[in-house]
């Protein structure tokens, strides 16, 4: 049985408990064995955490001690799978700039506040990821991130829709999801959310269970491999086995 830990807290606004109860009854029909923490604590036995398929966090604006960075990081390196949403995974600590290059984006603003209606583009994609979502309409904060260019993007959305500075430059297209690699693990985040009803939305919901079910599927690849064990970690092995 897959083993996933589901770390909630830190700003209230984002309903991380109930995000968490949402998440949680996902993993849990799709046969993993769920730990669910309300402090950071759970990131402090290393060894416990590369004995996971997958780490979700959903903390934001909060603080972390390096070490416990060092510990989830390590874990992903490892093959563990790391997936999370909104500020629950990209705005969880400002201060901490490894964490912000592990999951490959930041949270700088979101013009327009709560409220704002956009469209979810779907990227033309041969990721299993995506396939059969189509684009659609969400009420909700639209995330302006500072991303990683190595991540793949799985959805972007257009900016500027609402007035502010940022409207004088040409129009973007901003990631809305991605993936990325880290060491041997495989990162997923979706910038959707803000409170737990956007979670509940259909096309939401599935891309968040092929996202945790794509992570957690990284680790036992990368054992088959004989990765994990250090035999030929980054060689010797193609893309779509990692």
Known sequence: MKKALLVWGGWDGHQPKEVSEIFRAQLEAEGF????SDTLEAFADGE???GLDL???LWTMGRIEQGLVNNVSAAVQSGVGLAGCHGGMCDAFR???DWQFMTGGQWVAHPGNDGVAYTVNISNSSSPLTAGIEDFEVSSEQYYLHVDPAVEVLATTRFPLVDGPHKYN???????AWTKRWGLGRVYYNSLGHQANIMEIPFVKEMMRRGFLWCAEGKYLAEQSGAAKGQGAYSGMADNQL
């Open 33 to 36: 064995e769920v730990e669910v």
């Open 48 to 50: 416990k955490l590369k």
């Open 55 to 57: 780490i979700v966090p």
């Open 95 to 97: 201060e901490n700039v």
């Open 170 to 176: 040409k129009a973007v297209d901003m990631p809305v």
